[in-house]
């Protein structure tokens, strides 16, 4: 007998297809058909295709924001914050961010889940460099200058690697922190959650 889906894995598949297909594609009879079930299974979980979207997009909120912060927070020193936070916002491709983006200009629930999501990453972001003794001053327009990088590049489908990101973090922590320009490094522990989750 094949093993029962949970809620999550309903979850996990939507937001895998999110990324890969659109936010169009989170009906349940298309679910159901990639995932061999049928629609009973869905409903068996979820009350209607509303109740499934918000925790869709809850669960978004956790693997692109939260659990991103939380990794960065098991490195004691500002400065290995930084750099984590860094890696993790141009290391790795943002289609799920992109197409969530393009899911607020449709839904009104994903519309302040962006809007909220937006506001924690600045507040995050602005906290680390008070905490790393950045006046207050400045700490709020770097803050914006950061974001507003990040915000590009994903819409520039860019995804750095190797020296490249080793070249734009340095930059990025010498705009930060005033830091001399030097190569980076990354912190150990390696780079942390994937935005996707993927199936074992």
Known sequence: MAKRLTAQDWIDSALTTLAHEGFEALKADLLA???????????????DL???HTAVI????QVATEAIIADIERFDAVE???????RHAFGRG???????RAWADN???????IEAIDSRRRDYIEQLLRNAGIASSLTAARTQILYWTYLGAALGHSKLTGEKLDSVVAELK???LGEPAMRAHPPKGGHGLL???RKG
């Open 58 to 61: 809850e669960r978004w909120k």
């Open 107 to 113: 839904n009104a629930a994903a519309a302040r889940a």
């Open 80 to 86: 290995q914050r930084v750099e984590a936070l860094l």
């Open 33 to 47: 058909r990639k995932l061999r079930v049928s629609r009973g299974s869905f409903y068996w979980h979820f009350a």
């Open 50 to 52: 509303g109740a499934f």
């Open 195 to 197: 935005n996707v989750p």
């Open 174 to 176: 010498r705009i930060s």
């Open 94 to 100: 943002a289609a799920l961010e992109l197409r969530m």
